[in-house]
Each structure stands twice: as C-alpha cells, then as structure tokens.
C-alpha cells in the first residue's frame, strides 16, 4: 500500500515536469475591436494561468494565477473549469467631474468559473475584462462552506511580460512611501515596484500595470520574480494575514493598460471603468476649484504651523490670502496649522493633535464668516501623523465642525514613514504598519465616506495610491501620491528636471494628484532653485490634472509677475474633454484640454533637461471658427540652469484648426496656451 502510494507520488511528480508545458486553454476571448486576447488554461496538475496578445504578439506570455492562504491549502493547482462565458458590453456614462466628461466602457467579458477538484471543491472565479487599450481581471469568492473566513497570505498572481523593456517605477515598501523618486532600469532590473508601473517594451508597446477598485484588501506590489516576469506582493497586515475576509468578496482589478505610445497610456478610461459607479448621488456640492493658502511659507520655513511668533495660520495672515483670493478669483484659502497639536514631533506620533480646537490667534468662526463675504470659502486641513485611532476618535466632530463653518473641503495629510502608521487592532491594542495595508486601505476610505456624509471633499497627502475610487465616491477629489512641489522648498533632492513627464505616465495615470503648482519665483528654502522655467510652472496647471488645484506661491510673489499670474487664474480644473498630443515618457508630453465650462482649450506642454521643438496641430478646435491664442512661452534663452528660467515671452495670435504650432520648449521648460473663440 505504502509503496504503491509512493510510486504513484513518483509518477505525479513526474508527470508534473515532463508536462510542465502541457496546458490545456479552456477559454478564450477578444477585445471588441480585436485587438487583445486573452486564453486562460489549466496544466496537467490543475494550475491556472493566462497569456495576452496584442494584434497577435504575445505581450504577457503564460502567467500563474491563485492564492496561498493562512487557514487553509493554498489555492492553487487541482482546478477544473465549471464553466466559461463571453459577453459584450457598451455603455457610455458621464463624470461629474474629470478629464473628459463622458466616458466609454466598452469591454468583452470573460469569466471563467474553476473548482479545486479533489481538494475540498473550492469554487472560484476569474474574471477579465478585456479592452481595445487594456485588460482588468479580478477573482471572485463565492460564499461556500469550505471557505467561509478566508485568509489570504500572498496572491500567486504574475505578470509574465513577454519581451525586454524598460521600466518608469518606484520602490514599494520603502520609507518615503510614494515619494520616492521616479527610477528608470531595465524591467529585469526593478526589484519590488509600485504601481502604476510603466514599461516600454523593446517594440514600442507600453504597459502600465496597476489596479482598480481597491476596498477592504491589502494594496498589490509587483514583485520581480525572474527575467521580466512579475508577481504580486500583498502589503502584509499589522494584524496578521495580508487580507481577511468574510463570505462572498471580489479582488480589485489587476490591470494592464497596453498602447502602441505613452500618450496612448493616458488616454485610456480603464481604471475609472473598472470601477463602480457613483454610489453618492448628487454630488453637485464637490465644486472642482483653484485655491491659495497659508502653505507655501511653512515650506520656505518663514512661517510655521504651531503657535509661536512665526505662526502662520493666524487671524490677520488668513485675511491677507482671503482678500487675495477674492480679488483674483480664488474659490479656496487652504488654512495648515490652523488647529493645536503641531508641537510635538508629528509626523512621529501625531498624538496631540485635536481636530476641533483652533490655536488662539486663529478665529475659525470669524474667518469662515469672512471668508464667506467675499465668496472665498476656507480649505480645512487635517494632518495626522499617520495616527489613525487619534484622528477616527476625532473624525466626525471635526467634519461637523468644519460643515458647520462652510468648509466643503478638506486637505489631510498621514506624514509618517511608512510601515509605521498607527492602527487599532482587533484586539482593541495599538498596532504599526503600512499605510496600503488592508487596515489602511480601509481608514483612507472610511475618511472619505465619513466626510461625504457632511458633503465634504477630500484631498488626501501621503494617501494611499488611488485606483479610480473616485468613480464611485466623486468627493474623493484629489490625493498628493508622489513627489509634488514641496520637494522644492526642502527635498534633498529636489524634484529633477524631467518629474513632471514622468509623472504624467506613470503616478497620473492612477488620478488626480494636488501637485501644488505654479511656484512663480522659482526658489525654494535656504535659496534652493527649481529645476523649472516659468513657462513650465503655468504648463503643469494643465499637465497635471487636479480638479482642486492649489496655486501655491505666496500673494506677493503672484503680484510680483501679474502677465504669468493670468494664465493661472483663468486656467480650469474641469475638462470636457482632454487629448495628449504627444509624449514620450520621462521626455516630454503635451496635452489639450478643453473647458467644462466655456469654448475654450488650454494646452500644457512639457520637457525634461532638453531643448525642444513640438509640432501642435489644432485640430481639436472647432473647425470653422477663428480663436485668440494666448500663449505663455519660454524666452528664446530661457533655461532652467539658469537666471533665465525666469525669461517667459507671452503673445498673442489669431489661430483656426487648420494650423499647426511650432512649440520651442526650453531646456526644463514648458509652454501653457488658452485658446479662446473670436466672438
Ligand atoms: C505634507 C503635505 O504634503 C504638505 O502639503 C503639508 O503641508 C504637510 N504634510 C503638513 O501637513
């Protein structure tokens, strides 16, 4: 008996390697344009995988699916197909706010129904759905017997990219979180990365990697395993396995945007489509807005968020910036500091701060008053520390607090170094982890619906990454989620020339981010200069996309430089529709972006370290109609490396869809144009 057995293990084992390669396809199905396909298979030993090609080339080759588990045998292997089905689907919906006001979902679903023979039945689903510009597939847990609590140690998921590439990314898991500087190495050089992960394979095709619809699981890293292959890492749980869950549960989506260029990345609705829709309703009370604030001199340190001689937030300075925002048509004054607790180390701990309390010299009840007669509201400011029992015990007071003052906008801020968050755990015990744990994934949304319910927006710094929630809770507005312009005042180092081209395609290919733009004087702390022209401080208003965008230079310096100051207080931040004109990533991009709100077009163009002549052909305006393009352009020998990043030309010409612009950028450089029509 006992050698039987053995040599039938022999033999399985056997079998297993000779037919490693031995797969069975069990489904298959096609983008609605046929560009992508996707084949799931089964291998002798019942593993489950999938492949992608793109116009028939293989882009992901065979890549493992399953789980391991913490209470029970892993999820992999021994599985057979229940059944397979194949729809099509084409709808068209609208966003309350955005890039683009309406937005196509049009997919081809592929789900695929596999039960672990012979080890305890298990039922699970993967389901794909398969895009002309990317695919987005998900496991669904049913609600079985077998596995009622399910705990998930790793997902075995993998990314097997087909050819060489080379990779835009971040490190996953270090201290700075999703601050860390925008690496570029071979694919099969990364080690664990962030997403969205851009690559660019050696044909030109580009992938980005990434997920949507992350609630209640852990965060997904992409761990390079071997080659170009890659497998996603769970953010471990302080409290254990990565993620717990209970009954029936879906995973987020693991997507791959694919395109034939960078500026095909971010034309792609994929990750907002994968998401569900607005579960709000009216939401006409989240009011996309420019705003100024007490910030900027906190980070030049000539000011200061705690009470003492250089408090910032105070009575008389928040007057100051409420006048400038009424006289130049501000909606927003962004009050940091405004409340008691910024003593301490805070961003070690973040225990003392109260929500609720204001120092003395700051009157929130007269100011919000004031504030409201002039048609200025305040941006409320909720910094943590990372300290999520301390800010949950204040939440709701602190969102009455501020509905209660026509605050409809909140800035929060987590600073802390990541894997040391504070959390409460079940056993009621402080724990420390990662912000995109599972228990910060869940805080980060508990904020966000907690402040809808006072019809407040958010604008979250140190979030966690964003994966196109804000289809569903539209008053998640924005999220900082990468370097921004802070780095300026005081990174070591600053932010590099070429940040903002990356960033369009890899961080912004995620949402929305507060970038804080529009720094007019060019210099940091200490004296620390941008590695910026002016031109490209207006450009980053319409590269960087922020429906709550901050102009974050102080009043004196906007008054100091009124031609380049207008172009920042007509700019919009709520798009009709927006197009990306060119790009190449880390090098250049520009994009064109036309007003909810008006006829007009504003285009924001680019560039890294290098000079640069960009061809813009207009054909996006109306044809048939003649427009006054006001352009905001580098001096012919602006440089970034120089006093002369500060020499910006702005001009104007009578222009039509039939012509084409010549853009010459400046090395770090930009160029920012409104286009509005001749009545
Ligand atoms: C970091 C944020 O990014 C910044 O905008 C803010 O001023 C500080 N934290 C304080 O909350």
């Not at 209470?71 to 955005?98: I, V």
């Not at 969205?196 to 044909?203: I, K, W």
């Not at 890899?506 to 004296?527: C, H, K």
């Not at 004109?581 to 991009?589: D, T």
């Amino acid at each position: 008996m006992q050698l039987r057995r053995s040599a039938a293990i022999l033999a399985a084992t056997f079998a297993l390697s000779v037919n490693a390669w031995a797969q069975q396809v069990i489904a298959k199905a096609a983008s609605p344009g046929q560009v992508l396909d996707v084949e799931v298979q089964i291998e002798n030993g019942g593993k489950l995988g999938y492949a992608v090609k793109r116009n028939g080339k293989q882009v992901i080759g065979l890549s493992r699916l399953g789980f391991n588990l913490a209470n029970a045998p892993k999820l992999d292997g021994g599985f057979a197909l229940l059944k397979q089905t194949a729809s099509l689907h084409d709808s068209t919906w609208e966003q309350p706010w955005g890039e683009r006001q309406f937005v196509r979902n049009h997919y081809r679903e592929l789900r695929v129904e596999v039960e672990q023979k012979n080890r305890g039945n298990r039922r699970l689903a993967i389901v794909f759905r398969i895009y002309d510009d990317g695919i987005g597939f998900r496991y669904e847990f049913p609600d079985q017997p077998q596995l009622r609590d399910t705990e998930i140690i790793d997902e075995l998921t993998e990314f097997a990219v087909a050819q060489k590439g080379t990779a835009w990314w971040i490190p996953a898991g270090e201290l700075p979180g999703l601050e860390e500087e925008i690496r570029t190495s071979p694919l099969s050089e990364i080690g664990t990365a962030n997403t969205p992960l851009t690559v660019r394979l050696e044909d030109g095709t580009h992938i980005a990697f990434h997920e949507a619809a992350l609630v209640d699981y852990a965060s997904m890293w992409l761990r390079k395993v071997d080659g170009q292959k890659l497998r996603a890492q769970l953010v471990a749980s302080p409290n254990g396995p990565a993620v717990v869950r209970h009954g029936a549960f879906t995973t987020p989506w693991r997507t791959m945007q694919i395109a034939d260029n960078a500026a095909g990345l971010y034309m792609s609705d994929l990750v907002l489509n994968l998401n569900e829709p607005n579960k709000l309703g009216d939401v006409s009370w989240v009011k996309p807005s420019k705003f100024v604030g007490v910030w900027w001199e906190m980070h030049l340190q000539s000011g200061t968020w705690n009470a003492g001689p250089k408090h910032a937030a105070n009575t008389a300075n928040t007057k100051r910036y409420i006048d400038f925002a009424a006289k130049y048509g501000f909606r927003g004054v962004l009050v940091e500091g405004w409340n008691k607790g910024w003593e301490s180390d805070w961003g070690h701990g973040g225990a003392d701060f109260s929500f609720t309390e204001s120092y003395p010299d700051f009157d929130l009840p007269g100011l919000a008053a004031y504030a409201k007669s002039k048609g200025v509201r305040l941006v409320g400011h909720h910094e943590t520390g990372g300290n999520l029992p301390a800010y949950e015990k204040q939440m709701d007071a602190a969102y009455k607090l501020y509905a209660k003052h026509g605050v409809d906008s909140v800035k929060s801020g987590y600073v802390h170094e990541a894997g040391s968050m504070q959390f409460m755990g079940e056993d009621g015990k402080l724990r420390y982890g990662h912000y995109d744990s599972q228990l910060g994934v869940r805080h980060f949304l508990k904020a966000v619906t907690e402040a809808a319910k006072y019809r407040i927006a958010v604008d979250t710094h140190e979030p966690v990454k964003d994966t196109g929630l804000r289809r569903t809770y539209p008053n998640w507005v924005s999220r900082e989620g990468a370097r921004g312009v802070e780095y300026n005042a005081w990174g070591n180092p600053p932010n590099a020339v070429d940040h903002e081209a990356k960033l369009v395609f890899t961080r912004m290919l995620s949402g929305p981010m507060d970038y804080t733009p529009g720094v007019l004087s060019l210099v940091g702390a200490e004296g620390k200069v941008f590695n910026s022209t002016q031109a490209k401080q207006l450009a980053n208003f319409v590269v960087i996309y922020s429906p709550l965008a901050m102009a974050a230079d102080l009043p004196e310096n906007y008054e100091k430089y009124p031609a380049a100051f207008k172009f920042i207080r007509d700019v919009p931040t709520d798009w009709a529709d927006t197009r990306v004109v060119n790009g190449a990533v880390g090098e250049y991009v520009t994009i064109a972006r036309k007003d909810r709100n008006s006829q007009d077009w504003y285009v924001g163009a680019v560039t890294d370290g290098e000079k640069r002549a960009l061809a813009l052909p207009l054909s996006f305006l109306d044809a048939g109609k003649t427009y006054v393009a006001e352009i905001y352009r580098d001096g012919d020998a602006a440089d970034y490396r120089s006093e002369r990043r500060f020499d910006l030309v702005v001009e104007q010409r009578r222009v039509t869809a039939k012509d084409v612009l010549q853009l010459q950028l400046a090395p770090g450089g930009g160029q920012a144009i409104r286009f509005s029509p001749v009545r």
